[in-house]
């Protein structure tokens, strides 16, 4: 026998497996085969590495505590898997479709002077394709929640906290919208922001070349409070795009969650520790030990403020342009007779403008026109004074 | 895994499945670990992860096995990320270091001494290694099972294994004091190889 047939039955002689033919044979060769016999006994050692290692009493009281301190939400019910797919599959056909529609309603909004009666269908389909595809994204393994409404999905802020195995979604929403109502509008969006105890993080307004101006915001609005405050957006001006984004930080936030809970019991460790210290070389240790699993403390609970700040609060950035008085498109539904209207006076306003831009055309070319004239009027003299010698 | 409804049978259930295995969670980490302080944190955030992981755990492995696997990976995250900190290691592990006595060769060294200086010599192999050994030869799992918790290629494990084998033999082999006096050793080692 050599070497490497030897180390590959070393594991069934360990485990008792070994036919005896074989057993003998590996006797001798161990018996000749320092380097063998080093192995078999590394490999009997590896087995008994632990014996005298006794699980410490504090660690099995404080894993039993700590679970007996997590809120425990109660186990779901599995979803199948084919389930999940079909709820991907449907919202995915939601999105698209309301997509579509949409698309069709922008193209109809930017084709036309007037926007045609229940356009606003399609507006509303690519909305509801929105939230059905947050809903597929961040609540795949949870069936039933996907019945729940907007509100009661986004919990609010203090019970979040309190809940450790809540999903943790940061969501991020921009609604691009246009109003005539500039001053009035963005007057509105602050009162009511200010109201659902959202703040504005950033504000811009900026006056365009064509005079119109448009307002570039940034808004930090309670997650539970999102969905309402984009329907009251909607209502608004005339909404132009939106979109959602939902990024689930769930795992990295348990982890963190874990991570501190871990260090917070070894700071309570090193503290009981700290009161036995016998000599000043073990006092030194222990100090730089609890500045340290400090600093890892201070550092997850900044990481889980951050992540909390974000989830609680979802941002909204939201583009406000001004329309002027010309443009013609609608937020709402309109009649016949409104179209007429409105046509009319698109008319004489276009009118009005030929007018004004005629006028100033021929302000502009009034000196010429008056030189020229003069100039012809001069020759023609000429010529008439030639003709009557 | 059967669908309990409240946080009593919940807990119940989780603390019936890992209370026995508790001391195998322990040792994992301690032997990823290479000491005390860090083992417990390890193992205590594997306990916590369980739990909180619980109600998806689906039964298509084995409880064990599926604690192993976070354990080991709880460990491999912590070697990844341990800052070169003063560990408490200092104050309570002195027992761990290779003993400085004068030396016999490893057989014949007493278990309770080999088993000290094969602890020092698991610290010097890299952690992925390290994990396929502390589950197949020290926990003593199929490699199968190990394959399972460590969620790799059978044969992947199987060559980080003999090749852990083989570095550990490598460390344990360079201890002068135990073979450097013992010619014989070295000289049927070379010529076996």
Known sequence: MNCKRCESLLDQYLDGLMEASDKAALKEHLHGCAHCRLRMQVLEDSRRINEEDEVPVSFSASWRQAIQDEEVVPMKRQTPGWTKWLAMAAALVVVVAGTWLTGNELNRISGSPVKPAGG????????????SADSAANYDMDAPAMAESAMTRSAPAPQMAAQPQETKIIRTLSIQSATRNFDADYQTIRQDLEKIGGRVENAEVRTGSNGLRTAYLTLRVPAARLDSFAEQLKGMGHLQSISESAQDVSERYYDTDARLKTQLAKMERLRALMEKAASVEELI???????????????????????????????????????SALDTAETKAETLWDRIASGTVHMWQMLKIWAADAAVFLAAVLPVIILIAIVVIIIKAIVKRRNKK | MAVTRNREDTIAAFEALAIPLEKQVYHVCLNMMGNREDAEDCAQETMLKAFRGFARFEGRSKFSTWLYSIATNVCLDALRTRRDAVSLEVLQEAGWEVADEAPEAYERLEAAERRRLLKAALKELPPDFKAALTLVDLQGLPYQEAAEALELPLGTVKSRVSRARNQLLVILSRQPELFGQNPRHNGERREKR
């Open chain 1, 120 to 131: 606003m269908a399609g507006g509303a389909g690519y909305y509801s394709g929105l939230e």
């Open chain 1, 285 to 323: 240790s222990l100090e730089s030990a609890i500045a340290d699993t400090q600093y890892q403390i201070d550092s997850y609970t900044g990481q889980l403020k951050g992540m909390d700040s974000q989830v609680n609060d979802a941002t909204l950035n939201l583009t406000l342009s001004e329309m």
